[in-house]
């Protein structure tokens, strides 16, 4: 069972679930008996245990699975946005995507339709960027829908620092805001640019390349993570 304690070992609520998470925006996510809902700081349910799923609450809303359709909560257990999607996203930079009928669209805060259900597959907005596939190719638009940069790679992942990662030919690169390629399309595998490095896969190894493609720690790891308070695990002589 799990529950709560304070920074004094004591606890502050009950060991009463199969699972839970940490407190955000005032609220935690727990689990009894494959259903899910919201507790207070004080172990409250101010949101019924009932939802076959249920995200982190962002900027006040979060998302959550009924009878395998999606909608929206706010803190207080309402029912925001109807549970009417067949799947979704959080909320992330004012916009969510959902999906209807297999395809893709964006909506704010309201449940307004913003960007329209055209797409095959997308990703969250970071940046004011998101990455989306239409027709089998991967592009990037803006938050009002615009296409900035176009439908032309394989795959492609969120900006990060600047730079997203997207596929070409099977292999992984780097371009900016506007489309211009940064890092060339030479890695089997890339992540995420995090304080200024990103990890990339070369030769079944993993190493470290900066922001302008230099590879500023040896491809010799099995495994690696990405950089944060200046430290990354990395891991040698070892299947991940």
Known sequence: MWGYIDTAGNTVVP??????????????????????GYIDHAGNEVVPIIYDYVGDFRD?????????????????????????????????????????????????RTGKEVIPFLYDEIWQF?????????????????????????FKYDDARHFSEGLARVLQNGKWGYIDRVGNEVVPFKYDAAEAFSE???????????????????????????????????KAAVKLDGKC
């Not at 060991?15 to 899910?36: C, T, W």
């Open 15 to 36: 060991f009463r679930f199969d699972f839970a998470r940490p407190f955000i925006e005032g609220l935690a996510r727990v689990e009894i008996a494959n259903k899910f």
């Open 60 to 108: 006040g809303l979060a998302i959550v699975e009924f009878d395998e359709k999606y909608g929206y909560l706010d803190t207080a257990g309402n029912v925001v946005i109807p549970i009417k999607y067949d799947d979704g996203w959080d909320f992330n930079e004012g916009l969510a995507a959902v999906s209807i009928d297999g395809k893709w669209g964006y909506i704010d």
């Open 126 to 150: 970071s940046e004011g960027l998101a990455a989306v596939k239409l027709d089998g190719k991967w592009g990037y638009i803006d938050t009002a829908g615009n296409v900035v940069i176009p």
């Open 196 to 230: 200024g490095l990103a990890e990339a896969l070369k030769n079944d190894r993993w190493g470290y390349i900066d922001r302008i493609g230099k590879e500023v720690i040896p491809f010799i790891f099995d495994c690696t993570s990405e950089f944060e308070n200046g």
